[in-house]
């Protein structure tokens, strides 16, 4: 979304973090970039929720694919 100009920000690749700048709605271009980002942000939600899904699928299916950590 950033290379396409759809959202604005930069990515710092040494500290491995993307900043978005948060335009108001009252600038130009504020209300689409701020939809831009709740739409990003839905999307991600949505691929979190999907992989949790799926892990807990195969774990439940899989229980030796669990990783136990030392406490």
Avoid at 17 to 46: K, N, P, W, Y
Wanted: hydrophobic share 40%.
């Amino acid at each position: 979304m950033l290379a396409e100009k759809r959202l604005s920000g930069s990515i710092d690749q040494p500290e491995s973090r993307i900043h978005f700048e948060h335009a108001h709605a009252s600038e130009e271009g504020g209300t689409d970039a701020a939809e831009a980002l709740r739409a990003f942000d839905a999307q991600i939600e949505h691929i979190c929720r999907s992989v949790d899904v799926i892990a807990n699928s195969i774990v439940a299916k899989h229980p030796e694919f669990t990783v136990v950590r030392p406490a």
